[in-house]
């Protein structure tokens, strides 16, 4: 007796959604309005409690890694496996992210954008090189493309987090070139580094992804020719 074997189980739109976003609008609100948050909260639980200027990446942090680990473990939860990339994306987020709250360096956290495209980078052009292509892994039979079309796709992507990687480590050392990143005092720059961390790169990374759909428009399979022919009479030409 044969057993059917249905399809994997996928996060829907909404909860991908949630998943990926959830942690970053998480960091954001912590960020930019918990100085304002933080006293309304305290004062429901009778707590005196204040985010001095300099302290908001702290925060932003100290919540953004419960929310991103919360979303991983839902996300294994309803798909039943771990992603390789989410997962050594999960490890780089949770050693960066814990090391700048033990050792009250920002620094780590601010290269952590380069850590991960840079790995994100030599990870597809590695597997090339070794005659695999992870990015076709990754979409696990989402898309249907000939191999040549995933070669193209995978070097444009390889490139493009390459660039990212590069932008990112320029952007945070001219940010912060002037700052004690293990100093109390705020930095200006910072909250330049942070929005073009949420927004700049999310928006580059859409736009990107964006100028991919020619392509693969171009090489996807036609499914009403296939429907047609299969519904064609043996032997009618």
Avoid at 5 to 14: F, T
Avoid at 69 to 77: G, H, K, R
Avoid at 117 to 143: E, W
Wanted: proline share 5%; charged share 15%.
């Amino acid at each position: 007796m044969n057993e059917t074997i249905g399809p994997e189980p996928r996060l829907s739109g909404g909860a991908k959604l949630a998943v990926d976003m959830g942690p970053l609008v998480v960091f954001m609100i912590a960020y930019f309005f918990g100085g304002r948050l933080a006293p309304l909260i305290g004062g429901l639980v009778g707590q005196a409690w204040s985010v001095s200027e300099g302290e908001e990446m702290y925060l932003a942090v100290g919540l953004f890694l419960p929310a991103y680990l919360v979303a991983f473990i839902y996300s294994v939860w309803k798909e039943r496996r771990v992603a390789p990339m989410l997962l050594v994306t999960g490890v780089i987020v949770g050693v960066l992210g814990s090391l700048t709250l033990i050792l009250h360096n920002k620094m780590f956290f601010y290269m952590k954008p380069t850590i991960i495209y840079t790995l994100f980078a030599a990870t597809l052009a590695g597997g090339m090189l070794a005659d695999r292509n992870f990015l076709k892994i990754v979409f696990d039979g989402a898309l249907h493309l000939p191999d040549g079309a995933w070669r193209m796709l995978t070097k444009r992507y390889a490139v493009f987090f390459a660039v990212l990687a590069i932008a990112n480590e320029i952007a945070w050392r001219y940010f912060m070139r002037d700052c004690d990143l293990t100093g109390e005092a705020g930095c200006s720059g910072e909250k330049h580094w942070v929005n073009l961390k949420l927004f700049g790169f999310t928006a580059a990374s859409l736009i990107f992804t964006g100028f991919q759909a020619p392509l693969i428009a171009k090489y996807m399979p036609d499914e009403n020719a296939a429907d047609e022919l299969d519904e064609k009479p043996a032997g009618e030409n």
